[in-house]
């Protein structure tokens, strides 16, 4: 079956450093690729998302390819700040219609001043 | 903008007892999931509902089940609450036009004592 597999966290990384969370997938077919950060407290929300191999998702600074020959799709940001502080999960969404979405266990991010 | 609606917030139930959990997605969108998320784990699938019928199954006990109603919102109802539900329940929907891109509820926290 589909499963996403994400780095182990948590992280920790010093304000402005770079980051990048490791994300590999296997699946059937041609996926979705998405991250989704949940704050503290807080319900999962969508960062960014790539539809279709080559594709480069967006948001708030972070970056992620969709990249089938590794199936990765790695998410990296040049410049932290304290305020992404949060659970990042990667996902995959079904190829063949169905919407529902399988996480990676999620990586914790944690950003020092 | 309207985001999901979930109640409660917080439950706390005993072992044994039964409990219910409402989602009110976000206006037009016709599928509804649900999720559990175990502490320091990611959401793991149980259910799904679209135009009102179940559409997907995932890991949902037997002593789970839900349902989707007229106006779109749908109930988890869980009994036999044991230990291990305690846990993080999310509600998310969609529109039913853009595979995977689901809008998630802030949960409802589940404690059985």
């Known amino acids: 079956g589909n499963s996403v597999t994400q780095m182990e966290g948590p992280v920790t990384l010093s304000e402005e450093a770079f980051l990048t969370i490791n994300c590999t997938y296997t699946?059937?077919?041609?996926?979705?690729l998405f991250w989704y950060v949940q704050y503290p407290g807080e319900g999962l929300q969508l960062l960014l998302k790539?539809?279709?191999?080559?594709d480069k998702g967006s948001n708030k600074g972070f970056e992620a390819t969709y990249r089938k020959e590794t199936t990765s799709f790695h998410l990296e940001k040049g410049s932290v700040q304290v305020s992404d502080s949060a659970v990042y999960f990667c996902a995959l969404s079904d190829s063949q219609g169905a919407q529902k979405l399988v996480f990676g266990q999620g990586t914790r991010l944690t950003i020092n001043p | 903008a309207a985001g999901v609606i979930q109640s409660p917030r917080h439950l706390i139930k005993e072992k044994r007892e039964t409990a219910t959990l409402k989602c009110y997605p976000i206006?037009?969108?016709?599928?509804v999931y649900w999720y559990q998320q175990g502490p320091g784990q990611d959401p793991q699938f149980l259910i799904s509902f679209y135009e009102k019928m179940q559409s997907d199954k995932g890991s949902i006990p037997d002593r789970f089940s839900a349902q989707q109603f007229s106006d779109y919102h749908s109930e988890l109802n869980m009994s036999s609450l044991e230990l291990g539900d305690s846990a993080l329940y999310f509600c998310?929907?969609?529109?039913?036009?853009?595979?995977?891109?689901?809008?998630f509820g802030e949960g409802s926290r589940l404690t059985v004592l």
């Open positions: 790539a539809t279709k191999a080559d």
């Open positions: 206006p037009r969108h016709d599928t």
């Open positions: 699946a059937t077919g041609y996926p979705s």
């Open positions: 998310a929907s969609s529109s039913g036009t853009i595979t995977g891109e689901l809008f």
